[in-house]
């Protein structure tokens, strides 16, 4: 029986988050409390990943079932935890529906918001961690290798990452489209109070120009200028302040509209009809809707950009359907290698290899040989035949030996890669870890 | 052995005889390397996968090198540029067209105009395949001049250009209307930023408006050393004459009066339309000067 993959956890999904801060491995910096999995019977291999939404525990052993129990009372004495209470939030997965989720949660198919991006990296910590102190083997640094290769897969085939999830981001996207490059472009925040303050914070790491702050009350203005380093205008240079701007947001505690479309009409003639991105977060709004028809003004308010918001999601789910299909593709090629990890798969490659390049040697000398009567041509067989037997006999006794021990699994390995057993070509894509 | 120039210059070649050649091989070829592009682009368009614009672009530049190939040995077969067919025409506009995308692409490298300006090319080069590449022998006496391939050249650059700011400009409207109506999908994403579209139709109008202005002059010098006189009015000519006007009333309107965004858009596209009508349509409908090219070879008509 060869080496199954098991997965040990939890997530946003079965666990509320007091549940989930229990469980985080604490002390595993450099690797040690990785590293003490491995001191648990069955345990070939082990990593752990630890994200706030999730704790995971993958491993490499022979036999699912009783090293998992095992496991789980480990994870119970490093936290100081009674397992029993925490069984029911668990998930335990073996085998290909295994390296399916982990496939599926390095692609960001099983995060809380779809598609986002930091878990790949947290995934990769995980390993490095685990591989630095030697707790990964063959197998499990192919099943990450394999892991990243599908993530990255998912990543450019699908657009499950594409669309920005938050109205901060979907307002700095937009404006991007309307302005083009915003380093350039200037601010202008109508209203000093919290909410303009956040949404200024968002967009000024996109802006390098100090942004201008006009409020009713003109030393709150000044204020809050001087915390984001910009400076103040008082609210009868408003217009002054809208000819300048490229983007406004506006978020004022006013009952009346501020910015009405007369008004609106003729700073575009003073801006010599540069376009200009209203934002409007204040409710009631700030801004006429009518302002948005006049041409070259796009007035968003935040339920149009909570809207967008909504959509890219919906459309999230759509691209996770594609993502679903490459990760069973990767599945099964992966399974497939995890196939060929035997005794009995491992010989058979060995000697097909070697016939093979018996007879490919035979063929390209076969102008030489020509002359040979079939008496000596059955004695050129028989001596090549001969001499691969007498060169394949000790591997082989060596490795079916060592599929006896606990090492096979590296052993197997070995010998795939020093007599290229296992040509597919998408090796080379997983390269070595260093 | 068709690598050389044909001795006689006098008889004339049939189709059948020219079956086979090089250039028509090398065109073929470009054809199916554009087809092949527009089909990446249009996959782009439905999956905005990178990987296929990237295969796209390349199949794009493989296309533009093998019609540069053709367009070059059907030079040294016809022993001179060859322009004086509606094919080679429109065989030379589409690689025009394709050069200035491919150009255009380290300023703007969003694929969608990829995705516009290879089907556009395609479409050319099928329609002109449709025609007779047959080379016309005699040439034309007033034809074998130099300044044929530099009045064509000319006049196509300015038309391509017009060509691609007036797709810049379908693009803006579309982009424009997308963003004013809150419609923020996937398209929307899809298509350039509209301060990118409007910086195109500010560098484009102007340099397509050069262009234009260069090939009128140089047809004028052309016609002024073939015939004495350098305008004649003739159908063209004042067509020409009625788009240049409309380019330069474009550009004032740009940097006097500051004309942009959705404006600029429109004018671009009308100011295309009038190109294109120039180029293509007065030809089929009037007789004149320009009668030996264009689509108005298609009647038959050859002479003066």
Known sequence: ????????????????????????????????????????????????????????????????????????????????????????????????????????????????????????????????????????????????????????????????????????????????????????????????????????????????????????????????????????????????????ADVVITSTGSCDPVICTAEMKNVMRRRRFRPIFIIDIAIPRDVEPEVNDIDGIYLYNIDDLQAVVDENIGGRRQEARKADVIVNEEVEK??????????????????????????????????????????QRETVEAITRSIINKIAHDPIAFLKKAGLTSKRNDYFYAAQRMFRLDDRSEDDDFGEES | MWIQIRPSKNRLRTDSEREGQVDLLFFKLAIAMYLASALGYLLFLLASSGSRAIFAFWSALAGFVLHALSILHRAIFSGFFPLATAFDALSFFSWLLIGLFLAMRYREPSPIFGSIATPIACVLMLFGSTLSYQIQEPLVPVLRSWWLPIHVTLALIGNGIFALTAVSGLMYLLQERLIKRKRIGRFHRLLPSLEALDTLNRRGVPLGFFFLTLGIISGALWAGSAWGYYWSWDPKETWSLITWFAYAAMVHQRLALGWRGKRAAILAIIGFGLVMFTFLGVSALFSGHHAFSGVGSLRGATGL
């Not at chain 1, 549940?19 to 910096?29: A, L, Q, S, V």
């Not at chain 1, 491995?38 to 070939?44: C, M, Y």
């Not at chain 1, 491992?346 to 079939?374: C, D």
Request: glycine content about 8%.
């Open chain 1, 334 to 375: 992966f399974v497939h290698w995890t196939k060929t990890l035997d005794t009995t798969p491992v010989i058979v490659a060995l000697r097909e290899r070697l016939e093979a390049i018996r007879e490919g040697e035979l063929v390209r000398q076969n102008g030489k040989l020509a002359t040979l009567t079939p008496a």
């Open chain 1, 1 to 244: 029986m060869s080496a199954e993959i098991l997965v040990i956890g939890l997530n946003h999904s079965t666990a509320p988050v007091e549940i989930r801060e229990k469980i985080t491995f604490p002390g595993d910096d450099q690797g040690a409390v990785t590293r003490s999995f491995l001191q648990i019977e069955g345990v070939q291999e082990a990593m752990i990943l630890s994200t706030c939404n999730r704790a995971e525990l993958i491993v490499t052993t022979e036999e699912p079932e009783p090293t998992g129990e095992r496991v789980v009372d480990a994870i119970g004495r490093i936290h100081g935890l009674d397992m029993e209470r925490f069984r029911k939030f668990l998930y335990f997965k073996q085998g290909s529906e295994g390296i399916r989720h982990l496939f599926r949660v390095a692609s960001s198919l099983d995060s809380m918001v779809l598609g986002e991006p930091q878990i790949l990296g947290q995934v990769k910590e995980g390993y490095r961690r685990a591989a630095a102190v030697q707790a990964t083997g063959p197998v499990m640094n192919r099943l990450m290798h394999h892991a990243f290769f599908a993530a990255k897969r998912v990543r450019s085939e699908t657009g499950i990452g594409s669309a920005a999830v938050s109205v901060a981001y979907v307002a700095v996207e937009l404006a991007r489209k309307i302005l083009g490059e915003l380093t350039n472009k200037r601010v202008l925040l109508l209203g000093a109070g919290e909410m303009a303050e956040l949404a200024a914070r968002h967009v000024m790491n996109q802006v390098d120009a100090p942004l201008v702050v006009v409020n009713r009350t003109f030393e709150n203005a000044c204020l809050l200028a001087r915390q984001l380093q910009g400076s103040a205008l008082p609210l009868d240079q408003l217009e002054q302040g809208l000819v300048a």
